[in-house]
């Protein structure tokens, strides 16, 4: 967030205007300014691009050219365009993001397994279908480096919970994530505001504050692989509250997810009985990961619209 706007201006894709390179540029050109706009993060952010409260970086931590056929990179830019990296101003940048996002991916795949031994107590599938395997194959896992700004006081929505983003449920099968670091002026400090971070909801409906260390990582359920878990496992939904009071002004968030997802070209199999998107879900037939994504950005564009 804090390099010069033509560095920032360089790590921009044209073609794709999410999820590659730098996100949120008038965000993180222009300070805090238009925090009274739209509050998203990804399922839903994935969509919007105009995102004011925060500035993004995206890149694959695995792989850094997904693939080079152009028909591909023109229909699925954000899943098979190629990595942008600040290598000539932030040497060090890329090599931390990988090891970050490769452990992530690791002990994620790890979990996988353990999701799947739970889902198949209830449920068959073919060992290639399930949560691990389509992990381990796939080309589009994105990592997300996230900054937000200080929220600012007087906001209408300062007291909400969800202040700093929007409750939401994120749109691929696993995301991993590292605890919240809190800043001002870019130096690191603990939040004066103990009620800000990350909160979710939990399956019997309460709302959590949830807290872990710096070591640690956290991994929510993604609306995929609920889909295709036929419920068992459900999307985690969850918001991020911004720190509120005077001794909280200046205050910074920033955070690291890994957003784990099936291949473009993954065919899904969905179940008989869906609870969420059901109305882009063609009963009896399969759809890519790819060609589904497809069908919510044009959901939710559609939306946004009316
Ligand atoms: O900032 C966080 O802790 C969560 C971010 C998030 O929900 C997202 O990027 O989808
Ligand atoms: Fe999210």
């Known amino acids: 967030a804090k390099?010069?706007?033509?560095?920032?201006?360089?790590?921009?894709?044209?073609n794709s205007t999410i999820l590659v390179g730098v996100m949120g540029k008038r965000n993180l050109s222009q300070g805090s300014q238009h925090q009274k706009e739209?509050?998203?993060?990804?399922?839903?952010?994935?969509?919007?691009?105009?995102?004011?409260?925060?500035?993004?970086?995206?890149?694959?931590?695995?792989?850094?050219?997904?693939?080079?056929?152009?028909?591909?990179?023109?229909?699925?830019?954000?899943?098979?365009?190629?990595?942008?990296?600040?290598?000539?101003?932030?040497?060090?940048?890329?090599?931390a993001f990988k090891a970050l996002g490769m452990l992530i991916f690791d002990v994620g795949l790890m979990l996988a397994y353990h999701c799947d031994q739970y889902v198949s107590r209830g449920m068959k599938t073919?060992?290639?279908?399930?949560?691990?395997?389509?992990?381990?194959?796939?080309?589009?896992?994105?990592?997300?480096?996230?900054?937000?700004?200080?929220?600012?006081?007087?906001?209408?929505d300062g007291n909400s919970l969800s202040s700093w983003c929007g409750w939401h449920t994120d749109h691929g099968s696993l995301t991993g994530l590292t605890c919240g670091m809190f800043t001002k002026d870019g130096v690191e400090m603990s939040c004066p505001d103990s009620a800000a971070g990350l909160y979710i909801r939990t399956r019997?409906?309460?709302?959590?504050?949830?807290?872990?260390?710096?070591?640690?990582?956290?991994?929510?359920?993604?609306?995929?692989?609920?889909?295709?878990?036929?419920?068992?496992?459900?999307?985690?939904?969850?918001?991020?509250?911004?720190?509120?009071?005077?001794?909280?002004?200046?205050?910074e968030r920033s955070t690291f997810a890994l957003f784990m997802q099936p291949d473009w070209d993954e065919k899904l199999n969905f179940p008989e009985e869906v609870r969420i998107h059901k109305e882009l879900i063609p009963s009896n037939s399969a759809l890519t990961f790819g060609e589904y994504s497809e069908m919510l950005l044009d959901k939710y564009y559609h939306q946004k619209q009316t």
């Open 126 to 156: 073919r060992k290639d279908e399930g949560l691990e395997s389509i992990l381990r194959r796939s080309r589009c896992h994105k990592g997300r480096l996230l900054y937000y700004f200080p929220s600012q006081q007087g906001d209408p």
């Open 204 to 251: 019997s409906d309460q709302i959590v504050k949830v807290v872990f260390g710096e070591d640690d990582i956290a991994y929510q359920i993604g609306e995929t692989t609920e889909i295709l878990s036929g419920s068992y496992l459900c999307a985690t939904p969850h918001c991020v509250q911004a720190p509120k009071g005077e001794k909280s002004s200046g205050i």
């Open 38 to 95: 739209r509050k998203t993060c990804s399922g839903s952010d994935f969509l919007s691009k105009e995102n004011i409260l925060k500035g993004s970086f995206y890149a694959n931590p695995i792989l850094d050219t997904p693939t080079t056929e152009t028909s591909l990179i023109q229909r699925y830019p954000s899943y098979c365009g190629s990595n942008i990296w600040p290598r000539n101003t932030l040497p060090e940048f890329e090599v």
């Open 3 to 14: 390099l010069p706007k033509e560095v920032k201006e360089d790590l921009e894709d044209p």
